[in-house]
């Protein structure tokens, strides 16, 4: 989920046609997150969009067709609520905190009804081979690794020592996030996001220069 070749969710110039794509799309989204893709059917959707069969038809072919859409929007909206405001912050730990709060601040306002939209699909999809499961999987190899490029950038600077292993801080920042928001759709308590936030900041002192304040988040 790099920042960098996501496909526009809406094409330019935007029609009429684009438009109600955008709308299926962010329904889509919602019902997948509580529902599953699996439960995401064109008759499901017509039924939330008020629209019909023969039209949803139009813009997706079938029910793979649907789903790997809805991978791709949900994709664009990740990256646009987490990475979009987090690279303004300064190159380094800063950067790093900002990516990972946005994370954590996109889980617990609940951008979708049933809360992290990958967090529900990785689940659903890990031991389904096709091509749903390979974009998913694609999403979310593309979200560690950023987050290792942004703890090397971070070791880069001299703000992290050279014993900060970037795949494998990636890898236990990416599950602390995904820990909190399961937990949080489970029991409906945020103090899950604070013991992630907490964990995470407590981890990055392990490996922070001296004298470095670990920004709060």
Same mark, same amino acid.
């Given at each position: 989920?790099?920042?960098?070749?996501?496909?526009?969710?809406?094409?330019?110039?935007?029609?009429?046609?684009?438009?109600?794509?955008?709308?299926? @799309? +962010?329904? #889509?989204?919602?019902? =997948?997150?509580?529902?599953?893709?699996?439960?995401?059917?064109? /008759?499901?959707?017509?039924? &939330?969009?008020?629209?019909?069969?023969?039209?949803?038809?139009?813009?997706?072919?079938?029910?793979?067709? @649907? +789903?790997? #859409?809805?991978?791709? =929007?949900?994709?664009?909206?990740?990256?646009?609520?987490?990475? /979009?405001?987090?690279?303004? &912050?300064?190159?380094?730990?800063?950067?790093?905190?900002?990516?990972?709060?946005?994370?954590?601040?996109?889980?617990?306002?609940?951008?979708?009804?049933?809360?992290?939209?990958?967090?529900?699909?990785?689940?659903?999809?890990?031991?389904?081979?096709?091509?749903?499961?390979?974009?998913?999987?694609?999403?979310?190899?593309?979200?560690?690794?950023?987050?290792?490029?942004?703890?090397?950038?971070?070791?880069?600077?001299?703000?992290?020592?050279?014993?900060?292993?970037?795949?494998?801080?990636?890898?236990?920042?990416?599950?602390?996030?995904?820990g909190a928001n399961g937990a949080f759709q489970l029991?409906?308590?945020?103090?899950?996001?604070?013991?992630?936030?907490?964990?995470?900041?407590?981890?990055l002192k392990v490996f922070a220069a001296p004298g470095?304040?670990?920004?709060?988040?």
């Open positions: 989920m790099t920042p960098s070749s996501p496909e526009p969710l809406v094409p330019h110039p935007a029609h009429k046609g684009a438009l109600t794509r955008q709308a299926i @799309l +962010q329904e #889509a989204m919602d019902l =997948a997150s509580v529902n599953g893709l699996e439960g995401l059917t064109i /008759g499901s959707l017509a039924e &939330a969009t008020n629209l019909s069969k023969s039209g949803l038809f139009a813009h997706f072919g079938s029910k793979e067709e @649907l +789903q790997l #859409a809805t991978v791709q =929007a949900a994709r664009a909206v990740f990256i646009e609520q987490v990475f /979009g405001p987090a690279l303004t &912050a300064p190159r380094g730990v800063k950067r790093l905190c900002a990516v990972l709060a946005a994370w954590l601040d996109y889980a617990e306002r609940e951008m979708f009804r049933g809360g992290c939209f990958f967090a529900a699909v990785s689940v659903e999809f890990d031991s389904r081979p096709g091509p749903v499961r390979d974009m998913v999987t694609v999403c979310m190899d593309d979200w560690r690794t950023s987050l290792a490029r942004l703890v090397r950038e971070a070791r880069e600077c001299g703000e992290l020592s050279r014993g900060a292993d970037p795949e494998q801080l990636a890898f236990e920042f990416g599950a602390l996030a995904l029991h409906r308590d945020h103090r899950c996001f604070a013991m992630a936030r907490r964990a995470i900041k407590e981890r470095l304040r670990i920004p709060s988040f």
